[in-house]
């Protein structure tokens, strides 16, 4: 069955350095997502992306974040110089076109920010 | 805004208990409802949907009746299992909207 995976489960970084989180979503899917889970609370939306180009994002997707698909498989969330704050687990999702709105997780990136 | 309200957790029950877990969802239009799991270390998996309102999404047992009159979408199983224990998150996507808008999430654990 496919499946959304991400690299690496787990990254420890120094404040203010430079990170890029990596996932490759299911391969007929179009439609790609960056969601954070911050330890004990609700998962944030934070971007949605479509025919290259950003759709959707909220107000916690400020400069200091941005999503490429460099290739035709990838999907990266960068954060150019993180914060203790942005420690988080980070879920990509990717869905196909029309459908129901599902959506389907990869099992997220532990960001630890120190 | 959209928004989702979960009933406050955690949930301890016995095994072949019956569960329910509350949901209560603001939005404007129709939006289409889901219940996410996330069972420890991993991440969220699709449990159920349903997208117009008296559609019931059913899996594993579980099951979630879209009720448009009461704005709910409550999970429910007849019997949970010690397996089931994990992290439950309501969920709903606005009509028209790309994001998926989480509630709090409820962690349900089930003791033998």
């Known amino acids: 069955e496919p499946e959304v995976t991400q690299t690496p489960s787990h990254q420890v970084t120094q404040m203010g350095q430079e990170v890029i989180l990596r996932c490759v979503p299911i391969?007929?899917?179009?439609?790609f997502y960056w969601y954070r889970q911050i330890l004990g609370q609700k998962v944030e939306f934070l971007v949605s992306f479509y025919n290259n180009e950003i759709s959707e994002k909220s107000e916690i997707f400020d400069d200091q974040f941005s999503v490429e698909r460099p290739d035709g498989s990838n999907f990266t969330l960068k954060i150019r110089s993180t914060k203790l704050e942005d420690s988080a687990m980070y879920f990509c999702?990717?869905?196909?076109?029309?459908?129901?709105?599902?959506?389907?997780f990869g099992p997220g990136t532990r960001l630890t920010v120190l | 805004g959209d928004s989702v309200t979960q009933m406050e957790g955690p949930v301890t029950l016995s095994e072949e208990a019956f569960l329910t877990i509350n949901c209560t969802y603001t939005?404007?239009?129709?939006?289409?409802l889901f219940w996410y799991v996330q069972y420890p270390g991993e991440g969220l998996q699709l449990l159920l949907k349903a997208t117009k309102a008296d559609d019931k999404g059913s899996n594993k047992g579980f099951e979630a009746t879209y009720r448009k009159e009461t704005t709910s979408f409550h999970l429910e199983k007849g019997s949970v299992q010690v397996s089931d224990s994990a992290v439950y998150f309501c969920?709903?996507?606005?009509?028209?909207?790309?994001?998926?808008?989480f509630g709090q999430g409820t962690r349900l654990t089930i003791n033998p």
């Open positions: 999702a990717s869905r196909i076109a029309g459908g129901l709105g599902e959506q389907f």
């Open positions: 969920a709903l996507s606005a009509q028209g909207a790309q994001k998926l808008v």
């Open positions: 939005a404007t239009g129709y939006p289409s």
């Open positions: 391969s007929n899917h179009l439609y």
